[in-house]
């Protein structure tokens, strides 16, 4: 039997030595140019970059605008402002104070240019003791972005404060309220400036291609520096429209423009103010020198398609039907069918050495592969089971010690007949709990046990409870998780008796067109916001990584939630709420399952 490495090396050592030397002697030096000046500098390494820098940029103003928002002197400042018996002269002490701490940030940050804040109605505080008043602002472009379309960030712009110190430089500026989260609702404003420069320059040192750019655009599409659309074409404006809608972080597209020409659009988002870089570039700049090559190589590579066609198919038929035979046994693998799979490949031979050995492999992989998949699902099975009885016999104990603290109760009154109703009830309910078997059982069966726990509890508390259980539609044939109802119940029972001395609970089963709902109402305590919250928080995370344990106070409620998604799984739902009581309502909305539908 020859290897296969014999025949290829036999067949194509001439093509391989002689056509491809001529053709690799001219990808080399016409590769060695483009490789280095696209690889090297390409779109997405140029953008990481920059984006890099623009996050560095903002983190700074980020962080000024938290040393202002959070010091003692805005306090101050805003107090000084809202006394009632504040003097014009306090105010323009408190003024002044502001203003040298803008100064001291502002010198703190390199990039920042100015920091000013506004309140209306018309008072501007800036470093370096400038304070005026005009309602000017208001008719900012930034103050409208602000408060009418909560917009922090604004594109470059003069800055009236900046022009007034003699600083035409456009800004790029970020503005938020200082007084409540609404911008249309805040009575002062900080705005902080960068200048432009910043931003730009860096940005003008990036190309793609001879004549591409690269534009920043805020997350609605529009320029931050309107100073790059004069390298802009009308119809390249689209772009950024169709871009604000994509969801994806980087990528890139291809667009036809109107002259017919092929362009790349390259995009970046920035993490934290969902800003884009988009680079667009005409695929003629950027792959002109690939075109001179494409024709070369298309010639070569033509011919040297016809020569390896012919002589792929002489040694071809020995190799593709193994390899055919082995890809469609894979796919049975795939969907997870081990019979076809062992079947397709049971007779399968090959004359090369090295397929025969994978056939082997594979087949003896299989094999193994099945029986370990088996052995695995099968340990699966065993410990989710002994999780879930696990859980069902955390009830046990639980209620039979809750329950002998009641007889003993009794007894120590001298009740007599009560204690022996109650001793006898609690067998029967005992006879029923430890048969843990069955996950589910008929819903009459469910229900004359709690009957029977409902006799126990009248007992106990004599006249001092209401407890009702009501049910609507036809149930009988219904199938309930085993000991759905009866924690809840003591839970009810067990709140309400320590926060009032009447007890009112109410239970209201009734059977809709797809589920049985639940309701069980208490005039306990209820639950608070925080215990509503860490008793859902708990139960879904015990769910998702399937690991048990009780740490809730609300311990019966607690275990009937992780039962009911073990055995329902997503199909169950449940909501806590307040009574009609004024204690807790718990509604549970289990799927309907009849008897005949139950395996």
Known sequence: MKSLKFKLMVTFILLIVASFSVMAFILFHSSKTIISSYIEESALEKMQEYATYVEMLQNQVYDSASLVYNSDVIDIWDRAHTADNATDGSKMLANLELSEYLTQVTNSYTPLANMTIYRHPNLWISSENYISRSESFKGETWYVDLTKRERYWSPAGSDMVE??????????????????????????????????????????????????????????????????????????????????????????????????????????????????????????????????????????????????????????????????????????????????????????????????????????????????????????????????????????????????????????????????????????????????????????????????????????????SNIELTTHGPTDELLILKFMLQPIIENAVKFSSQHNDYIETAIDITRREHHLHIRISDNGPGFTADEKYQLMHRVMKQWQSQQYEDKDRHIGLHNVLLRSYAVYGDAFHYEIGVSRFGGAEVSLYVPIKEAEQYD
């Open 163 to 464: 022009m007034s110190r003699g600083n035409e430089n456009a800004m790029v500026s970020m503005t938020m309220p200082l007084d409540t989260y609404k911008p249309e609702l805040a009575n002062s404003f900080l705005k902080i400036n960068v200048s432009e420069t910043y931003f730009l320059e860096p940005l003008e040192r990036l190309h793609l291609g001879e004549t591409g750019q690269i534009y920043l655009i805020d997350r609605h599409g529009q320029m931050l520096l309107p100073g790059q659309s004069q390298s802009m074409d009308e119809h390249q404006y689209a772009y950024f429209d169709e871009l604000k809608t994509i969801t994806s972080s980087e990528g890139r597209l291809f667009r036809t423009n109107t002259e017919g020409e092929k362009e790349m659009i390259v995009y970046k988002r920035l993490s934290k103010t969902k800003w884009m870089l988009v680079g667009i570039v005409s695929e003629k700049d950027l792959y002109s020198q690939l075109y001179n090559l494409r024709d070369t190589v298309i010639v070569i590579v033509s011919i040297l398609l016809v020569v390896s066609i012919i002589l792929t198919l002489v040694f071809s038929h020995s190799i593709s039907r193994p390899l055919n035979s082995l890809v469609a046994a894979m796919r049975h693998l795939k969907r997870g069918d081990f019979v076809q799979a062992e079947n397709r490949m049971a007779n399968e031979r090959s004359s090369t050495m090295e397929i025969a050995f994978v056939i082997e492999v594979f087949k003896s992989m299989i094999s193994q592969l099945r029986q370990y998949i088996s052995k695995e699902y099968q340990l699966t099975l065993l410990k989710q089971k002994a999780d879930y009885k696990a859980l069902v016999m955390q009830i046990n104990p639980h209620f039979l010690f809750n329950t002998l603290e009641m007889i003993s109760s009794l007894a120590l009154q001298n009740r007599g007949k009560e204690t022996s109703k109650m001793i006898l009830t609690l067998g029967h309910m005992m006879r029923y709990s430890l048969k843990v078997s069955d996950d589910l059982v008929y819903l009459r069966e469910e229900l004359k046990y709690i009957h029977q726990y409902l006799d126990i509890i009248r007992v106990r508390y004599h006249d001092r």
